[in-house]
């Protein structure tokens, strides 16, 4: 019943050799990889506008530099990280390069960081496009948690169906947002040049407060803030680098050439919209509604046209889409650090999909917890944004400088090494202002919520820490010191008995079998007149093995067997106490209401004892001869079988 | 956790030795078995009232003679169960009076009736007596049904907790509202005397429509069915010669006596209280509020005294606890017939507190839903109520005449033989009677409510014939035809191998120790690299036994395993594969979330797969040396060991 709802939803399972077949060309990597960074920019214009206007309307002609300064970094890492394409084909996220090159902390906290970003990055996203809907859709807006939450799930179901399906579908609406962006650059600059002139924006006639007349620090303040508001730009930009695996051959060219693409769209539209929204004079509204790049589509194209319509679906669409990013970089890197065993091993299964089914779901549970939690308040989530972004850019980029310090101590060709210089630069480069960018938005964000961002990674490096610690302290314990496995001195075997029937004699005829230095059949003396008469047929039919009867005062069955098992293992510590369990196995799971599950939850009792084993001998009801049992030598002759054959 | 809000609220567990303790001296069986029928008078002639005022005004008069007819029914009804308590010491409730003498089906109906109406029972009584409360505190109407279920709730934890303490907490209420309606005549029949008089009730002046000028047959019909309203008065009777067990030596005398006083009770306190309404021309309110009896206290004692405000808490106490009947009857009944394999095992074990603590929790649950399906509605769960009542007295007294004959065949004694006649005489009369009432309320009930009873009670007779037949296929199955256990032919064991630690070489260490004719160690190759290790590993230690990998194109462990089990299978149908677990015991629950739970899913499995035994081989991890593992004779070795011995 769930199989069959679960093949509806995610499909038929995959053979493992088809793993090669889900890689991806170029085209369709930009789509599954950079959604994010590129839709970014659908927002990152409106979170400048909105800080500067705290200053006041004449603060907002500064929005020109703040904007360059984003577009320069964003360049910056971009260069950054095509030389992590290159020096790690199998994926070099901020966690793998921070463990080779800067240790466990580093790796960790970089860990981390890109966890909750990941997250952030889904809930900020989907609720920045439901907000676009809203916007456009006036009635729906009471109903952003629900819709919010509804994509995530549709998101997690495409993702679960596996990679190839996901890049197809979210191809049309990434390259219908690119187009039509430079489309409605092309129609204001034609409009400008030949025509009527583009109307100002709707919101350009709002009244803002009058420039009040800070202090410089004051202005500075408020610039950098604006500058750490815009940085949202740079989401995401990592997840080619840790995605270079998934792409076709070469995998590490692809991937770079993948990234300069994503870089050069985004710093165009980013330029683009901002110097559109100076042009038209658009401010961002308080309340995000509606939203800046809304309102230039509006004057651009016309605000009945069908080209706006279609323009902000695009919008609403890609910004959904986004959170596909991280559904491509969460799963891989939970993977790699179970791999590592600083997260549960189950994230590292591929599921029947060939995808990382277990962590699909974790990211989308975690998700949606943050959407209801935050009511689906874009201007709320925004402020736990981007700082674990800037914290793991950091670190892979100082880890980058390091790589290629050791590369050098390696390489003697001059062009060579002259290259390997020129990269760890760029990685420099990319280091230090990343760094600085960093600071910035500690220092700006920090109180606005961000510390709940900084807590969630504290929590998380601790736990993957105590989870690594904890496989290190089992794996020392399990390791075997070499050498051949030894027989247990003693065996005694007990077989549980509460009447003279098959499943009884199926267990003691087995457990005869399996040859222990001592046998006993045990019951428990729940019922008296049951007892007595087991203790006749017992006696009445001969058989030799002694019938122990436990007594059990407050009637419960585990109690006397798990005391009775720790009293043998008291007379021989060193032996191994065998309980054979005769078990019903019914047909159908409600049979299993009419019979005593008093099996079961002795098995959960003894599994906890220790030195004992527990051998299940299954009766299947209702599914006719049970095979051996009528028929073999009789049990009681003990002459001695032969011993084990390795065949 | 879970066990400490058990031990609060339940008590210590207690010895079975102390069963014989909780026997009852008559003056507590009183309380405990027979509150139902005892407060039933307090609805009885409210009953007879509201079904005779759809008639008119003039058909109140008639109120007298309906009584009258109820309590003849309810003396008949007494006098035939004081044969039982004699005939049936260990306990004759209808269920086992008509399966010793009319035989199975007979017997199931009246189990079938009795069970339905121990719910209604509950539901009825306890609904009744927040009416009683509400009544009085009118404010707290809205939440009959929170405090309906909440004292359902109590009552089933204080029988959890045992027949003694109950039977103590509930003596009070009982002889409360037994004295203080005696009070109420006393005073009404003084102040008469002596004094002012009484003045006429509350709802006398109410207008009530014209006596219609009805056919023959109406008037007839009208009776009748008062008659039946009225007979809710019988319910519980036979809830004493079910629990004959439960009292103190001489049992069946003492339960006889209580017996008869209760019968005494009861008809002097429903007469009193008919003529008191009839004198006080008390009317039923169309919604039971203020009920009748309180319109007569209210006039006798003083509607603003505190007598009154004793009364009503009285009243409503003694209706609520009358439940209490009910959870006596019912878990003794389920224990019954669970013992004849009638419904599940469970409901004959005994709970920690000697108590048939699954019968007690079904009964509340069952309850419970009926009093929320029926929101709280006494006038809509009254009509289902009886019926079943009925349907098990006529069964019962019909399986008591035949009992006798039964006595007469092996009786000479000429005054014995009297005797039994007489006995016989009773019983006849007792189920004459009965059956008459049982038309009656079938006939004037069935289509405001009761068929849903007759539903409930068809299927509950089906399910119970299903369970015997069922348990019945299952006995013939397991029964063994005598003589010893004979042993497996073959014994095919495989040893799951993923890498090789101790856990593993524990189990494999065991396996060979079990003296199999054929051992294996499989492993199931998830992923090629750990396989590759793992055979590399396997040779390098130079293990003798021979390791088979099993290939799993969809990365599924459990499929290949029990894919290769079943081939051995076929290879050797009568054979026996036992498969060895080596498993990782953690001693806190969430560290099971850090291992792969593939073993637990695997059992379950293979637990389903025929031929084939389950041993777990646990290794206790974080506990320290496991024993045996590191000393003992070398495994490989394969000399036989000595066999089996029976100590």
Known sequence: ??????????????????????????????????????????YATEQILLTLALGGAGFLSLSAP?????????????????????????????????????GESASLTAAAALLVDYVMTVAVSVVAGVVAITSAVRSWAPHAVAISVGFVLLIALANLRGVKESGKAFAIPTYGFIGLTYLMFLVAGARAAFGDGVPPAESASQPLPATVHAS???????LLRAFASG?????????????????????????????????????TMFGGITFLAIKLQARAEPDGNPSVISQLASSVFGGTSALFYLYQAATAAILILAANTAFNGFPVLASILAKNRYLPRQLHNRGDRLVFSNGI???????????????????????????????????????????????????????????????????????????????????????????????????????????????QRVEAEVASEGGTPTLPPRVHAIVLVSRLHKPALRALAFAKATRP?????????????????????????????PLIVLSSPYRDVGRPIVDHVNRLRREDPRGLVS????????????????????????????LFTRGVVVVNVPYHIGRGEQGWLTAGEPAEAGEPRKPAKAT
């Open 1 to 42: 019943m769930f199989d069959i709802v679960k093949r509806l939803l995610v499909g038929r399972p995959l053979r493992s050799e088809r793993l090669g077949e889900t890689l991806l060309p170029k085209w369709l990597a930009l789509p599954v990889f950079c959604s994010d960074p590129i839709s970014s920019v659908a």
């Open 66 to 102: 703040v904007a360059a300064a984003v577009a320069l970094v964003l360049i910056i890492v971009v260069a950054s990280y095509r030389q992590t394409c290159y020096a790690y084909p199998s994926g070099g996220g901020a966690f793998v390069v921070s463990k080779e090159n800067l």
């Open 216 to 222: 410089t620090v004051a202005v500075v303040a408020l």
């Open 231 to 267: 940085s949202t730009a740079l989401t995401g930009v990592e997840a080619i680098s840790n995605g270079v695996p998934a792409f076709r051959k070469p995998k590490s060219h692809n991937a770079a050439a993948t990234l300069a693409m994503m870089g050069a769209i985004s710093v």
């Open 361 to 471: 779901l974790l990211l989308a549970v975690a998700a949606v917890l943050l959407i209801i939690g935050f009511d689906a308040n874009i201007d709320r989530l925004i402020q736990l944004y981007i700082i674990g972004v800037f914290t793991s850019f950091t670190l892979s980029q100082f880890g980058m400088v390091r790589h290629w310090s050791r590369e050098l101590d390696s390489v003697d060709d001059p062009s060579r090494r002259r290259r390997i210089r020129a990269s760890q630069v760029v990685n420099a480069v990319g280091g230090v202002v990343t760094s600085v960018v960093l600071v910035i938005v500690f220092a700006t964000k920090v109180e606005h919520g961000a510390w709940l961002a900084v807590a969630a990674m504290i929590v998380l490096f601790v736990v993957m820490r105590s989870i690594s610690r904890y496989y």
């Open 517 to 545: 230095d001592q046998l006993e059949a045990v019951t428990v003396a729940a019922d008296e007149e049951e007892t007595r008469a087991l203790q006749q047929e017992w006696e009445g039919r001969g058989i030799q093995t």
């Open 579 to 606: 309980v054979f369990i005769p078990e019903y196995v019914v047909p159908r799971w409600w049979q299993n209401l009419l019979h005593n599950q008093s099996a079961f939850r002795l098995k959960a009792r003894l």
